[in-house]
């Protein structure tokens, strides 16, 4: 809970969720995605089990710098005026230490 909670702070402190000391945390969360249960694994846990509290804060952290992002990109002129190809590629960069499809 702590990683989520953590990251969600510096974000509302202001910082870029695309920030290189952020990256480690991004994936971390992204590693505790269960494809079988369709939710987040509590980190550290012996046998590393799906919760809905791992789900809440992960899932708050990232609609926070979603939210963070969007909200940058909407104060700037020139990157609200960009076409819709080259904002979806930009989008396929998101979370940090993913890769696109």
Partial sequence: MAYALCTQA????EADPRDARLVKAWRLMNGLWDPQARMW????ASDKRATFRAAHYTVSVYQEALDRLASAWARTPTLATTSVHRSSSR??????GTRSC
């Fill in 10 to 13: 510096v974000i509302r402190a």
């Fill in 41 to 44: 694994n509590e980190p550290g």
């Fill in 91 to 96: 989008a396929s960069n998101w979370p940090p």
